[in-house]
Structure formats: structure tokens, C-alpha cells
């Protein structure tokens, strides 16, 4: 009877001649011929008789001088017997073979991601040296701030309503959300985890709608940065003492945030007005430390909870990291602004600007760029004094609906020809010049489309222009061509051509159009004051309003392709909220305005 082997043919043959000759020319070598069979037993798991074939002259049993080896020989038989019978029933069928090889590979696969995350933890702890442990000590403080906070507010409750407190159901009621508890937690932990939040709430394409719409509460307040340290930071960067390089500094901040703050000055060289940007102190250290923290934790818990890996937990994590960490370096903020700057010169692009950095003075830290003033796009009042003024000039607005279609194709056309595009175009980072330009300010946060959903974002963009007949001939309408919109969507949400493939296109069209049927009853809430100098500024509370819709929108636009089994990247997720903050843009400015029809926008290819 012939065993499978494991081992080449010709190893085999070697050893069998060997352990023959032992046992026919010296009976009382046995033992010797008993070690060497346990030896390639135990290298090839096949059983000792498929060794051990005595010729004719062999089959009288000689006695074996030493009882010992007699027995041990016995049940060494015996082993081998049991090992070949388990050996055998492993490979009785293919079937089986290949669940075993594949068992194997599943093994290999996951003792390979073990040591991997293993190297990256013991690396990370080597980063972060003694910053992990203040971290921890200040993690547990903010922790129990909280904790004391929601006890508190929960005693309030239970007091107010005995009732509730009684019954253990409505007991629960009387505890805060989840997301409430999170976001507060972050707000206590500081710049970084109200980044991480403000960076959930601008992910409605990732992240459960719940939370997102809780983390649009997250503040993006940090306490205000001592002018010293300010003016130490910027003499580090510059080289040269602030009074070497700017004959005026403002001491208040114009802008203040979790990562930065801007103050405005002039230059010595030239007299130039400009913004000087100032990352926070630490902020750089403090923020690769936490960011280190939460994206091994997300690797660790999907290597103990492997369905995690369908939600793609360390990715999403990675992401955060990767942009999050974008933000602390003003070096890759100045590669941004140089590239649209770059983009709008050579595209041609009329009616729009973005400050002119002076690259001298930038660093990591430092960012120093032309001071440019404006109104918000959401100030129609101002923005028609503007054109006004100008009117008749060189300039190409005459109107605020012609300054919202410069601004319009300026930033469409970043989408596919510049290397990124302005991924936060909210009503502050949009302003009317004087000159009745627009410009575009703070490029810290910004998008990048991959080539691979290029075609698919013509598409999209195309299928929002369709022309249909109207009762007047001369007035073409827009019509969203809902079914073009689909298959586009489904171009770019799609992870695989079986999921592309099961999409019910019909059916995806009619919940689309239900779905942008609640976009367009979205009206625009932005109310405009003024001071008592009459400058005019958006009132911060009717443009949060405004924020949390767009959100909704786009978290609704996920939970559509979600139903469908699409996944959208969260670039699309931030090109579809900038195209409704120009939607919103549009209301205001140019109500008549139809997007889709209109020749002077340049949509997508026409």
C-alpha cells in the first residue's frame, strides 16, 4: 500500500535503504533503526511502516536482544499507526485540502499583520517617549470632568422628574447620547480630539448621521495664545527679531482656532499689509501623539474583531491622520495655495485671486501671505454696492450674479485641472473684493480627485445639466437627468463590479430625485448685520443653521448609496458639500440663476 509523502521521492528512497541495511545486517541494532524511524516521522508525518519494508528473508521476527526497544518499538508502532490514520482522513478529498491550505493561509496571513502591528506599536511608543504618559494623565482628567459633569446634570434630571428616576427604563432616558458624551470628551481633550470632531462632522459620507450632527457643536475654541510666545515662535521661524521684519504687528489675533491663530502686520521690506499665520505651541507634537494613539487602536481593535475590516475602521483612521496632520504643517498648506494660484493663472480663469504668499518668511510653522479684505459671498447688500462701484471698470462682474459664476467656475475647474481643490468653501473663506473679484482664502483643508473617478465625475456633473423644453422656447430649464446621476454614482461608489452590477439603476434614479426633492426645499437662512462702523459680517448662528443642513444632505446622499451597497470616498462626500454651499450661494446671489443651462458656466464638457 503506498502513503502520501511530503517529502521529494529521492529523500525517501535515501532513507529507507538506510534503516533497512540497519535492521538486516544486525538484529540487535533495532533500536538504532527505531530512532531513525521516529526521526523522519516526525519530519514527514507518514507512518512507519511506509519506512520499514522487510524483504522475504526478513519475515521471521527476529528477537530483539533488550526488551526495552522491543516495547518502545511497539508503541512508537503505534504513534505512527494514529498519526497516519489522522494524515490519511486530512487528505481523503480535495475539498478538504484546500480547507486546510486555505486555514493555513488565513494563519500565515494574520501572524504576518500580528508582527506588523507589533513593529508599528513599538515604534510609536518609541515617538511619542514621555508625551504618551502626560497625555494618559491628561486623557484621565478630562475623562473625569466629564464623568463629575453627567453625574451631575443626571441628578438635576432625576430630581426634576422622580418618576423617571424610579423606573430603570426611563432612568436611562434621563443619560446623555453617546455622541453628546464623546463630543464633550473631546472638547475637554483639547485641539486635537476637537479637530477629530470637526472632522467627523465633515465626513457625512463615513460616519453615522447622529454623530455627525452632534459634532457640529463641537467648538472650535482653544484658549488664546500669549502674545510672547506668539513672537517667540515667529522669531524662530523668521530668523531675525519682529521688529527686523514687520514695522507693525497687531498684538489681537483676527482669527483665532484650535490649530492656529492669524494676526495681521506689514511688512519692512516692502510695506505690504499681510496675514501671518502661527501655529499653536506644541500643537504639531500634541497632535501626532493622539493621532499616533487612535490610529493604533483602530488597528488593534479590527485585528481582534476582524468583521471591523468591512467597515474599514484602520483606513478611516489612517485618513483622519493623514489629514489632520496636513493641518500643523504650514509648508503643505503654502504647496496648496501656490497650486491654485498656478491653476487660475493658467487656466484663465477671470474674476477670482488667492493671496500671495511670501515664501521668505513660511515655514512649518509660520505662514505669512497678502492681507486681503472683503465681505462675505453671503452679503448681497455689500456685495451690490460693490458692483456698482465698479461697474464699467475693467473688471468682469457687473452684478453679484456675475461674481458668483466666476467664483462657480473658478472652483469647478480646480475639481479637474488644478492638483486640488478648496475643500471648505463656507461663507468666511469666500470674499467680494473691492475690485469685484473674488477670493479665496485658507487652504488648509483641501480635496484631491482620483483620475479613476474623473469620467464618472463628468458624468455626474452632466447629468445635472440636461436641457428640457419649456413652455417658452427661448428659456431653457435645468432637469436633473436622474438615471445618468445613478450610473455615475455608482461609478464611484462601487467596490467591486459585483456591487456595480446588483444595482437597480431604476430604482436608485427615483430615490434620488425624492432625496434632491427635499435639497431644493431647503431654503437659505443667512442673516446679514452690520456694525456700528458699518462693516458687514454673516451672523455666525444662521450660517450654523445652514452648515447642518448641507450636512444632512450629504449624510442622506451616503445613506442612499449605502442602501445600494456603495461606499463614496470622503473627498466626494466634501466635493458634494462645497457644490451645496455654491447651491446655497446661488439662492442668495443670483435666484434666477439656472446652473445647469446657463453657457457661461462651465459645468463639464459641453
Known amino acids: 500500500m503506498k502513503y502520501p509523502c511530503l517529502v521529494p521521492p529521492g529523500t525517501l528512497a535515501k532513507q529507507q535503504v538506510g534503516i533497512q541495511h540497519c535492521v538486516r545486517n544486525n538484529p540487535n541494532r533495532r533500536a538504532a533503526a527505531v530512532a531513525l524511524h521516529l526521526h523522519f516521522v516526525a519530519h514527514t508525518s507518514l507512518p512507519l511502516r511506509s519506512h520499514f519494508t522487510p524483504s522475504p528473508t526478513d519475515q521471521p521476527a527476529m528477537p530483539c536482544a533488550n526488551y526495552k526497544y522491543k516495547k518502545a518499538g511497539a508503541r512508537c508502532t503505534a504513534v505512527a499507526r494514529k498519526r497516519h490514520a489522522g494524515t490519511r482522513a486530512a487528505y481523503s478529498t480535495s475539498s478538504s485540502r484546500t480547507t486546510t491550505t486555505q486555514d493555513a493561509a488565513q494563519t500565515v496571513e494574520r501572524l504576518e499583520e500580528l508582527s506588523a502591528l507589533g513593529q508599528d506599536l513599538i515604534a510609536t511608543a518609541v515617538r511619542a517617549g514621555p508625551r504618551a504618559a502626560f497625555r494618559t494623565a491628561q486623557a484621565i482628567e478630562a475623562a473625569i470632568s466629564v464623568g463629575t459633569e453627567l453625574s451631575a446634570e443626571v441628578g438635576t434630571r432625576a430630581a426634576q422628574s422622580p418618576a423617571a428616576a424610579a423606573d430603570a427604563a426611563a432612568a436611562f432616558a434621563l443619560l446623555p447620547s453617546p455622541p ?86 506689514v511688512l519692512r521690506s516692502s510695506g505690504r499689509e499681510v496675514a501671518v499665520k502661527v501655529l499653536r505651541p506644541g500643537i504639531g507634537d500634541t497632535l501626532s501623539v493622539d493621532l499616533d494613539f487612535i490610529t493604533s487602536a483602530a488597528r488593534i481593535l479590527q485585528f481582534l ?66 492681507y486681503l479684505r472683503g465681505v462675505p459671498l453671503t452679503d448681497l447688500d455689500a456685495i451690490r454696492d460693490i458692483t456698482a462701484s465698479v461697474r464699467g471698470s475693467n473688471t468682469s462682474a457687473r452684478d453679484p450674479e456675475e461674481v458668483l459664476i466666476n467664483a462657480l467656475n473658478a472652483w469647478l475647474g480646480s475639481v479637474f485641472l488644478a492638483e486640488s481643490f478648496h475643500a471648505d468653501v463656507h461663507a468666511g473663506n469666500l470674499l467680494a473684493l473691492p475690485n469685484g473679484d473674488v477670493a479665496f482664502i485658507d487652504f488648509g483643508i483641501v480635496g484631491r480627485v482620483a483620475p479613476t473617478t474623473w469620467g464618472a465625475l463628468r458624468d455626474l456633473f452632466s447629468s445635472m445639466g440636461a436641457k428640457v423644453s419649456t413652455a417658452d422656447p427661448s428659456r431653457p430649464s435645468t432637469a436633473i437627468d436622474y438615471e445618468a446621476m445613478a450610473m455615475s454614482l455608482v461609478a464611484i461608489g462601487a467596490t467591486d463590479d459585483k456591487v456595480a452590477a446588483s444595482v437597480d439603476i431604476s430604482a436608485f434614479a427615483r430615490d434620488l430625485q425624492e432625496l434632491f426633492s427635499s435639497i431644493d426645499d431647503l431654503e437659505p437662512s443667512v442673516t446679514v448685520v452690520r456694525d456700528s462702523a458699518g462693516a458687514s459680517t454673516a451672523a455666525a448662528a444662521s450660517l450654523s443653521v445652514d452648515e447642518a443642513a448641507l450636512n444632512r444632505a450629504v449624510g442622506n446622499l451616503a445613506s442612499t448609496g449605502d442602501k445600494y451597497g456603495l461606499k463614496f470616498p470622503r473627498e466626494f462626500g466634501l466635493l458634494v458639500k462645497q457644490a451645496l454651499y455654491f447651491d446655497r450661494y446661488t439662492r442668495i446671489l443670483a435666484p434666477g440663476l439656472e446652473v445647469g443651462a446657463d453657457p457661461r458656466i462651465n459645468l463639464a464638457d459641453r
Open 180 to 265: 453628546n458624551v464623546l463630543r464633550r470628551l473631546c472638547e475637554k481633550l483639547g485641539a486635537t480630539y476637537i479637530k477629530l470632531g470637526q472632522f467627523v462632522a465633515s465626513a457625512p459620507t463615513i460616519f453615522p448621521p447622529e454623530y455627525v450632527q452632534e459634532f457640529q457643536k463641537c467648538l472650535d475654541q482653544a484658549p488664546p495664545v500669549p502674545f510672547e510666545e506668539v513672537r517667540r515662535i515667529v522669531e524662530q521661524e523668521t530668523g531675525a527679531p519682529l521688529t527686523t521684519t514687520f514695522t507693525q504687528f497687531d498684538e489681537t489675533p483676527i482669527a483665532s482656532a484650535s490649530v492656529a491663530v492669524v494676526h495681521r502686520a
Open 305 to 370: 474583531q476582524p468583521e471591523l475590516k468591512r467597515l474599514s475602521l484602520a483606513d478611516i483612521a489612517a485618513d483622519i491622520q493623514t489629514s489632520m496632520l496636513e493641518e500643523v504643517d504650514l509648508r503643505k498648506e503654502l504647496v496648496n495655495l501656490k497650486a491654485f494660484r498656478a491653476y487660475v493663472e493658467a487656466s484663465g480663469v477671470i474674476g477670482v485671486t488667492a493671496p500671495v504668499p511670501f515664501e521668505q518668511y513660511c515655514s512649518e510653522r509660520v505662514m505669512v501671505m497678502e
